[in-house]
């Protein structure tokens, strides 16, 4: 089957040292020899200590691969992320009987029962004894012996001790045989998952012949991480769980750019990667392989299936998924329509530090001019005055404007690694024409033809089956884009063609609103008469199916409760998309307005009020008509149910007003579904007739 020239990469750790890139190798060696010579001092417990994506797994794997070659020692891997709670427990104890041969587990099955009451005894002598088990079926008779009450629980360890000793071969009790359980993904589990697992390891399995591996992110584990609400007494025993840990250093820069551009070969981006742009991902990644990988997957897909890059290079690419994969609120900010006062939220944030720079140095140094007329400017853009002079009354003056930017803005602001992106980012040349086409998407097909950018120019000239149309033999092109002739003439850039078979269509005209006699707010305005063309209001809904997934049971014969019924108020339709999908999935009759007017009317013309109103709260240059139009609803008595404010700029200010009217805030789509399926869960059912 042809194929072109990207390939996305797996997220697979390394098992074999052949595919070690980053140096890991060395140190399994070591820790590999450490446990061979250890084998006398078990059991003993050894953390691989660090954070997301730094190599835990294939380093414990390169370990794995070592020992195999270790004589009489043998390895089990267990994925706690696998079980949930108590089940770990059991999981992990079984997996380590697997381990033994049949004859022991047949003999340790004899003997555990030998000490349980006749009855039970002779229950599971005669299983053993009806038929051949195999190791499973032992494994699990095992299990039912040792766990069956609390006092067969308090002698497992020790019936567990005897089988591990009969297996290792014990002299004097200095194992023979080595068995080490490998234990990944514990900083991933619930609380009571930890638990389990530690228990199993500390309780249970703590005999010689056994050492125990396991990967995970101590800080997660810690006292300020996932286990923080553990009593003195539970993080005491913790402490006990690792009797020592391996902390895994970051890969110096000379192997995490050979590691980067390994990635890059084999994802076939090779060639638009320069210097610059492998010391930007050494820096941006924090070293760490796993982002290092996502990032160069989402350098793939970006540059396979958005053609808003065609008129942008790869550094545009990789610094706007940067943003996008470390900073998601901010990004949403930055593409969204609302983002901000006057719709560019990065140069707000830019002018935003100058300000907040001048608010606090003011009080040291005189202020320049030009300075000061940033200052006011800005300040007056939120109706805040300055202060006059500046000197030591900063400080009030920024913390009441912060209390109207976007929540993410002070920490943002002392990021350095975020702000310097931000810079890097304004400073390309063709950067307003960029952060547009962020917000608006692609340009259409009938739009004004553009030229490619430059920066492609080495895909362009590494694809030797390029044909003169831009398109790979056998596969199509080997971006988002065809080119006309995509290295021929002046530049050796071509004009942008539509998508594969797809005629050229207009570009879409602009929305329209008519003009309405009722303000921004949705009421009328004094001297100000009719003139609007109202939509037909909505209609009583009938009564679908049953919901689905916390719809309600019919109440009495052939009564059904009325169906789940939003109001979605918001002049930007496509941003209900998704949730609005979900919640119709789930039986829910959505009906959709784009304002105040709309809203108000529709509501006053119904004879059922809606179960939910979800609204934004910006409306062209009016900041806060959503605001507006519930304080209105609910004085006049039109609407008293629940309300979430879906918004994409999120302040202090807003949060507070929204819950002064008793309602939920959220510029987080999954957050909103949540929101909206509490609100159904939690309305009132009306009697059935």
Not at 83 to 95: F, M, P, R
Not at 394 to 412: I, W
Request: charged share 20%.
């Amino acid at each position: 089957m042809p194929h072109g020239p990207f390939a996305l990469l797996n997220d697979e750790p390394v098992a074999e040292s052949a595919a070690d890139l980053l140096g890991a190798g060395r140190a399994a060696r070591q820790l590999a020899g450490l446990l061979v010579a250890s084998r006398g001092s078990t059991p003993f417990t050894l953390a691989v200590d660090a954070g997301w994506g730094m190599g835990k797994s294939s380093l414990m794997r390169l370990v794995d691969a070592e020992l195999a070659h270790a004589p009489d020692v043998h390895t089990v891997w267990y994925n706690a992320w696998t079980s949930t709670g108590a089940d770990a427990l059991e999981g992990l104890i079984k997996s380590v009987l697997m381990r033994f041969d049949r004859r022991v587990l047949r003999r340790g099955l004899a003997r555990v029962n030998e000490r349980r009451a006749l009855l039970r005894a002779a229950r599971a002598l005669t299983t053993v004894v009806a038929g051949p088990l195999g190791v499973a079926g032992l494994v699990d008779e095992l299990w039912k012996s040792l766990s069956v009450d609390s006092q067969a629980r308090n002698e497992m360890r020790g019936a567990i001790g005897e089988l591990v000793q009969e297996w290792s071969d014990n002299t004097e009790n200095r194992p023979r045989r080595l068995l080490v359980v490998f234990i990944d993904d514990l900083d991933r589990c619930s609380e009571e998952t930890v638990l389990a697992v530690c228990e199993a390891v500390k309780v249970y399995l703590d005999v010689p012949g056994l050492a125990f591996m396991i990967g995970c992110d101590r800080s997660a584990l810690g006292p300020n991480g996932l286990l923080r609400d553990l009593s003195p007494a539970g993080s005491a025993f913790m402490e006990k769980i690792f009797q020592t840990s391996y902390r895994i250093p970051a890969p110096d820069n000379h192997g995490v750019k050979d590691y980067i551009r390994w990635c890059a070969r084999t994802a076939g981006i090779e060639p638009l990667l320069d210097d610059a742009l492998v010391d930007l991902l050494v820096q941006r990644s924090d070293r760490n392989p796993r982002r290092i990988k996502r990032l160069v997957n989402g350098f793939v897909l970006e540059a396979t299936l958005n053609p808003v890059w065609r008129d942008f290079g790869p550094g545009a690419v990789i610094r706007t998924l940067l943003l996008q994969y470390f900073y998601p609120d901010f990004y949403r900010m930055m593409t969204g329509p609302s983002g901000t006062v006057d719709g560019d939220v990065v140069a707000e944030f830019r002018t935003y530090r100058e300000v907040r720079r001048t608010l606090l140095a003011a009080a040291t140094a005189p202020v320049p001019d030009q300075e000061l007329r940033t200052v006011r400017s800005f300040l007056a853009s939120y109706d805040l005055p300055a202060p006059d002079p500046i000197g030591g009354s900063g400080e009030p003056v920024l913390t009441a404007l912060e209390r109207q930017l976007p929540t993410e803005f002070p920490a943002l602001v002392i990021n350095p690694a975020f702000t310097s992106l931000v810079d890097e980012l304004t400073a390309r040349p063709d950067a307003d024409r960029l952060l547009q086409r962020l917000r608006e998407g692609p340009q259409g097909a009938g739009g004004e033809p553009t030229r490619m950018s430059r920066e492609w120019a080495p895909m362009w000239q590494s694809l030797p089956d390029v044909q003169a149309d831009g398109y790979a033999t056998g596969f199509g092109p080997p971006l988002a884009w065809p080119g006309e002739d995509p290295y021929a003439g002046v530049g050796g850039y071509g004009q942008q063609q539509p998508a594969y078979g797809v005629p050229p269509q207009p570009a879409p005209a602009a929305r329209q609103q008519p003009p309405s006699p009722y303000g921004q707010s949705g009421y009328p305005v004094p001297g100000q008469q009719g003139g609007y063309d109202y939509p037909p209001p909505m209609q009583e809904p009938a009564y679908p199916p049953q919901m689905q997934q916390g719809g309600y049971p019919q109440q009495g014969r052939g009564y059904q409760a009325p169906p789940f019924h939003v109001l979605w108020v918001d002049d930007q339709p496509e941003r209900k998309a998704v949730v609005g999908t979900v919640l119709e999935g789930l039986g829910a009759q959505m009906t959709h307005v784009e304002n105040s007017v709309d809203a108000v009317r529709a509501l006053r013309a119904h004879t059922r009020t809606p179960d939910l109103l979800i609204s934004d709260i910006s409306r062209g240059r009016d900041h806060t008509a959503g605001f507006a139009m519930v304080e209105r609803l609910k004085e006049e008595g039109h609407y008293s149910g629940p309300v979430i404010f879906f918004t994409i700029r999120r302040s202090p200010e807003r949060e507070e007003r929204a819950a002064a009217l008793g309602a939920s805030l959220t510029n987080n789509a999954q957050e909103l579904t949540d929101l909206a399926l509490a609100a159904l869960r939690e309305r009132p059912l009306p009697e059935a007739p």
